[in-house]
């Protein structure tokens, strides 16, 4: 039986997402192949190794009971959990999935760690969370590898607003103020005018050092859960219904007034069409295990780009799982199936 090293929590806005997926993930875990070994991190940043029982991830409880401080052993080939108890214990593992969202977890920080330690990395490696977490670097490779993105405007903190202004004049409004690094769709705003552009902009450098212009693509979003490393398997195509607004943070974890289709309202060729475009970009950007390349679909037909998540959500309502399901791969089998590419198997 196999061990597997599960990380969630973290420093993040996204820390209780990544509590909602955990528990998604480690509910679904086939106990008869593979043994559980839970690792939170504290919104703090605190390393806990937690026995205690799973539903405390529901509310975020996790951490006030049934927790050790640890530490992943700094030893090359060691992979093992020491234990800060002074028990001198250390628990071995055979691999490590990291189950974070955002900054500190997604965005190649921790898949750094655990590369330089060298332990199996059940997902995206810390080059491809580091450029898919990264707007304006993701849409350059994409563009060059042939995939349509749109047209936008990178500017770092301190950039003279009326260039800005001028950057987004040249693009257009409606367009979207963007962090360019950053999950959940914070610190994201569709800008209508001028007027609301320095507002805009504002809120995003609050969750990054870099802004990004970016055009609105007319149409509506459609996703592809992508598997695997060499051979790649495609959940089927989702697609998002929008009554008011863009998918932002609450609509993607309460669809109040949004709805997600699946299989998506497409016609077979656009799907096939779809499920290229994002095995595409998933190559271009160094993916592996897994990953959920979002794109545009607009009303001429045109594929564009959007971004990519390299730890999808794993909750009730998250898409990954769903398209998947939808192409005859349940959540338990799925969950068997990522670990096993994660571990080479």
Known sequence: MKTILFLFGGCSSEYSVSLQSAYGVISHLDRTQYRPLLVGITREGAWRYYTGPLERLEDDTWWKADC????????????????????????????????????????????????????????????????????????????LAGVKVPRSAAFRRGADMAEMMAAAERLGFPLFVKPVRAGSSFGISRVTGPEELPRAVEEAFAHDREVLLEEAIPGFEVGCAVLGGEELTVGEVDEIELSQGFFDF??????????????????????????????????????????????????????????VNTIPGFTAHSRYPKMMETAGVDFSSLITRIIQVGLGQ
């Open 68 to 143: 050790l401080p640890c530490a992943i052993s700094p030893d090359r080939g060691e992979k093992c959990l020491m234990l800060l108890d002074g028990s001198g214990r250390a628990l071995p593992f055979d691999g490590a999935f990291p189950i974070l969202h955002g900054k500190n977890g997604e965005d190649g920080t921790l898949q750094g760690l655990l590369e330089l330690v060298g332990v199996a990395v059940i997902g995206c490696g810390a080059l491809a969370g580091a450029l898919c977490m990264d707007k304006d670097r993701a849409h350059k490779l994409a563009a």
């Open 250 to 307: 609450e609509e993607k974890y309460t669809l109040k007034t949004s709805a997600i289709h699946c299989p998506a309202r497409i016609t077979p060729e656009q799907a096939k069409r779809v499920k290229e475009a994002a095995k595409t970009v998933y190559r271009a950007l160094d993916c592996r295990v897994f990953a959920r390349v979002d794109l545009f679909l607009t009303p001429a037909g045109e594929i564009v780009f959007n971004e």
